[in-house]
């Protein structure tokens, strides 16, 4: 039962240009969102997140949208850079139950 | 700097043998986690402690034991039981659940393999 799906593995952009990564969940009791990005042989690193009382929440170029009716969330990274290179993984979690559920991972490739 | 340190970066275990893997965080820090990747995987929960001397069991907990007997301190040990260990472990902090929800941070991991 997978709470929190990332479906696609993988996405290429061009330098400059938008990323846009896409997490989609099932249960409606999660009330935390987050990114965290992480480099091969490396912990993860917090990117951003928001809470389930807004709908956008920005960080330099990094954004993310919260659709709750559609139960989905997007980061869009803008000017993508060949630094952002990385595996995207979003998380989520209910207050209730104390701990986040990751998904798969989404791997970006940002090239020159 | 504040942070998390795990210990050893790679590890080698026989078959029937336990292995501990060590994490520690100075970021004062009340709840701590372990993750384990494995590839073209998410992180899956194997336990998490949100206080000292107290820890729960995650969605993959069999094979595995914790202790937290410090409040920076959370090992890990990964028992003969465990029939798949070979995969990448990631330890995590945050700050106790009553300040709200709050992000973890992550350790640079432990990869286990079996020899």
Not at chain 1, 36 to 43: C, L, S
Not at chain 1, 44 to 49: E, G, R, V
Not at chain 1, 60 to 81: D, E, M, Y
Not at chain 2, 87 to 105: I, K, R, V
């Amino acid at each position: 039962d997978q709470q929190v799906k990332q479906n696609s593995p993988s996405l290429s952009v061009q330098e400059g240009r938008i990323s846009i990564l896409n997490c989609d969940y099932t249960n409606s009791m999660f009330d935390y969102f987050l990114w965290y990005k992480k480099y091969p042989a490396e912990g993860p690193t917090f990117l951003i997140s928001i809470s389930s009382i807004k709908d956008k929440n920005e960080d330099g170029r990094f954004t993310v949208f919260l659709n709750k009716s559609a139960k989905h969330l997007s980061l869009h990274i803008v000017p993508s850079q060949p630094g952002d290179s990385a595996v995207y993984f979003c998380a989520a979690s209910a207050r209730i139950a104390q701990k986040l559920v990751f998904g798969t991972g989404t791997r970006l490739l940002v090239s020159p | 700097d504040g942070g998390i340190t795990q210990s050893p970066k790679y590890l080698f275990r026989k078959e029937g043998q336990n292995v501990t893997l060590s994490c520690e965080q100075n970021l004062n820090h009340d709840a701590m986690y372990w993750y384990r990747q494995d590839p073209g995987q998410g992180l899956r929960l194997i336990y998490y402690s949100q206080i000292v001397n107290d820890f729960q069991k995650g969605d993959i907990a069999e094979g595995y034991s914790v202790s937290r007997e410090k409040k920076e301190s959370f090992p890990l040990t990964v028992t003969s039981a465990q029939k798949n260990p070979t995969a990448f472990y990631l330890c995590a902090s945050s700050q106790g659940w009553e300040f709200g929800n709050q992000p973890q941070h992550f350790g640079d991991g432990t990869r286990l393999s079996i020899l």
